[in-house]
């Protein structure tokens, strides 16, 4: 047994690499975003030198965004400078021999920040790394780092994250160079910021490696194999490999349901049991969806978020592939040109497949990309494509002012024609990727344990400039679901897009949507007595739904439990009774919670004089200041840009009245409060 065992340990240490290659391969491979080396190191600087890269690029990326971020930089670095790029996830090494990179390899750090000043879940590691050395004031001495921060003023830890790593860093003896670039999505400027840090930091980049800019040059990452037979390895928009045939996802043997987990690599494929139309308006549409979880192991507690994958409205792809003349049907492979870059997405796929699916077609175009795409715009516009792409006013104006997606605006540059020789390579590398978009989720975990509700509001604007409406994604998929359900097709044939509701290979036949579930710190006191306000407006009352409905069912569970609850007090606001959402699931929880449930609504266009909730908040400010003292707790979800700050301002005056303090120091106070989890928002 002895001599057995002494084998199988010699064994494992001389293969140690190829074992944890072989467990990478098999529990991560379909996450596209990972780059590890071919023998599964995790050693930073050995990674560099296995495959000769001169530049690195970390990013931590909790949605995608910085990911997104973190690749355009790279991409850049290497058409101007000629740069031989790794850009790679945090998550995935250690830190070890971040002090001792490659002669002359410079880090840029993407972070961005979640929650309350906090590291995205995958940069964690790199957080403790950081805490370790950031007492070692020679621990980074070698290290020279640029740094990005994705974040939202709207949060009292404005950039928390990448802030901290800066400190950290330098406290390590690490050299920044240039500045710290924050992009800030409360102001919708994130993408302006990046642009003006980039150039300068670029600038200090070129100056301090002696590099000399080249005629900008797209060299494609991987290698591109048309092929010629559709087989069953041939994703045609599946979510995750695991979806192609024979669809093989582990299975719980005892209980039959799939195990997961479910997250950003994987999604649950779950049927929508239920779906209706929330508002009575003609104009304006709130989706609510029930999605099933039942057949899996996801579970989920009251205030989490969950994330819907959607895919693109077949009117858009068919103006994309008509853009760029490509032809749908063409199959193709991506190879990576080596070990530390994986293809975006699913491969091999279609290139219908792809922009259907994984491609992020209708947002906001960025500077950035048109300057690239420059390069293939026709001769007779090329210097009007350049002189945009290079004046952000001009750009603010042409393009964004007039929502233009990607299309739209190529489209509109080019006289209503096709831009054609544009390298669908470059496209695939260049846009962003679709994203899941993420809503609080409106149910409760304890009332509805196997079903996950979530409340939507269409996204669904005129555009006089384009002629066609400016839509959301998701929200639309989410009301022709509905109108396909309750077998509405007029309603469904007028709706500004369509989708391929039954998904790639009849995968969502039925009505179904790939989810999973994002755990949140947005909870009720633990402690049943504290009261709790509820601020949420509009969409915002989604997760306080869940919050009620947690207390009622306890209510019903146990009647004892209900004298010994605090009151939820809950200021709701819509524009009118047309929009007022849940109105008679309100009236049911005041008669099971009593005088342990208050609503109190603003219709704000009910009257001339427009009624927000933070007025309410002001007229209701006796019985708030009195629920402030007694230790209540406050929860703020819904608009990160005006009614978030409102609301904090109304309650900030309140403390100040009745405390007889000034403003200021009623604001300190929730600052505190803030940091003591007694203020929590879910704002967005
Ligand atoms: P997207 O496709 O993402 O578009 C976003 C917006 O951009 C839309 O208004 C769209 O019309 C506009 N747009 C599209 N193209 C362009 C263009 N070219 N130029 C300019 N603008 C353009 N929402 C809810 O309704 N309920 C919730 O409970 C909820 N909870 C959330 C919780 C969290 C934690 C977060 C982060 C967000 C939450 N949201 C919620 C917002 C939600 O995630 C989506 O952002 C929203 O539903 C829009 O998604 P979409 O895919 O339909 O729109």
Not at 192 to 203: I, L, Q, S
Not at 493 to 518: E, I
């Amino acid at each position: 047994i002895c001599l057995g065992a002494l084998l199988v340990i010699v064994f494992v240490y001389r293969n140690l690499d190829k074992i944890k290659a072989f467990i990478a391969d098999q529990f991560f491979d379909n996450d596209p975003a990972l780059a590890i080396d071919a023998n599964g190191s995790r050693d930073i600087a050995h990674v560099l030198t296995a495959n000769n890269k001169n530049y690195l690029i970390l990013y931590g990326s909790q949605t995608g965004t910085a990911e997104d971020y973190a690749r355009k930089f790279g991409k850049e670095l290497t058409a101007r400078f000629h740069l031989n790029v790794m850009c790679a996830d945090l998550e995935n090494f250690d830190f070890d021999s971040l002090n001792s990179l490659p002669e002359g390899v410079i880090a840029t750090f993407v972070i961005s920040t979640y929650g309350e000043g906090d590291f995205p879940d995958g940069a964690v590691n790199f957080e403790q790394y950081l805490n370790e050395v950031e007492d070692s004031p020679d621990a980074l001495d070698n290290l020279r780092f640029s740094i990005f921060g994705l974040g939202n003023t709207t949060y009292e830890f404005y950039n928390g994250a990448a802030k901290k790593a800066l400190e950290k860093l330098t406290a390590a003896g690490a050299q920044l160079i240039g500045e710290m670039g924050v992009g800030d999505d409360g102001a919708g400027t994130t993408d302006e910021d990046y642009m003006a840090w980039k150039d300068e930091t670029m600038g200090h980049i070129a100056k301090v490696l002696d590099l000399h800019e080249q005629e900008q040059e797209y060299t494609p990452s991987f290698t591109y194999t048309k092929l010629e037979s559709l087989t069953d390895s041939v994703s045609l928009g599946e979510p995750a490999k695991q979806y192609l045939p024979p669809r093989d996802l582990p299975t719980n043997a005892t209980t039959g349901k799939q195990r997961g987990p479910f997250d950003l690599a994987l999604p649950y494929v779950a049927p929508i049991t239920a779906s209706r139309e929330l508002f009575q308006s003609a104009d304006r549409n709130c989706i609510h969806t029930e999605f099933d979880i039942s057949g899996s192991e996801i579970t989920y507690e009251t205030g989490d978020h969950l994330a819907i994958w959607p895919s693109n409205a077949t009117e858009k792809v068919q103006q994309f592939l008509s853009v760029f003349q490509l032809d749908g049907d063409e199959i193709f492979d991506l190879t990576p040109l080596d070990a530390t870059i994986k293809p975006p997405f699913l491969c091999p796929t279609t290139i219908a497949a792809a922009v259907t699916h994984y491609i992020e077609i209708t947002g906001p175009i960025s500077r950035q990309s048109l300057g690239l795409l420059a390069t293939y715009a026709p001769a007779e516009i090329k210097d009007r494509v350049t002189a945009l792409s290079k004046d952000k006013d001009l750009f603010s104006s042409e393009i964004l002012a007039k929502k233009f997606n990607l299309a739209d605006a190529l489209l509109y540059l080019n006289d209503n024609k096709p831009w054609e020789g544009v390298p669908w390579t470059l496209l695939i590398e260049l846009l962003p990727k679709l994203l899941p978009r993420y809503y609080s989720i409106s149910s409760s975990a304890l009332a509805e344990p196997t079903v996950i509700h979530a409340t939507s509001i269409v996204e669904n604007t005129p555009n006089e400039a384009t002629g066609h409406n400016t839509v959301g994604v998701t929200t639309n998929l989410l009301r022709e679901l509905q109108l396909a359900k309750s077998g509405d097709s007029a309603a469904q044939a007028q709706m500004p897009v369509h989708y391929a509701l039954d998904g790639p290979r009849g995968l969502y036949h039925g009505g179904k949507l790939p989810v999973h579930v994002r755990h949140s710190t947005f909870r009720l006191p633990s402690n049943l007595a504290v009261p709790v306000i509820m601020i949420g407006p509009g969409t915002g009352v989604a997760p306080f739904r869940g919050f009620v409905r947690e207390r009622a069912k306890m209510a019903e569970l146990d009647p004892e439990l209900l004298p010994k609850m605090g009151k939820m007090f809950l200021f709701y606001g819509s524009r009118d009774e047309s929009d007022y959402l849940y109105r008679d699931e309100w009236v049911q929880h005041a008669t099971t919670l009593g005088d342990k449930f208050e609503i109190d609504v603003a219709l704000s266009r009910a009257q001339a004089k427009k009624v927000y909730v933070q007025h309410r908040l002001a007229q209701r400010k006796e019985e708030v200041a009195q629920l402030l003292n007694s230790g209540a707790h406050v929860y703020v979800c819904g608009d990160a840009k005006r009614m978030a700050r409102d609301v904090q301002r109304a309650l900030a005056d309140i403390l100040a009245a009745v405390k007889d303090i000034s403003p200021d120091e009623g604001q300190e106070i929730i600052k505190a409060m803030k940091v003591a989890g007694r203020y929590q928002e879910d704002i967005w």
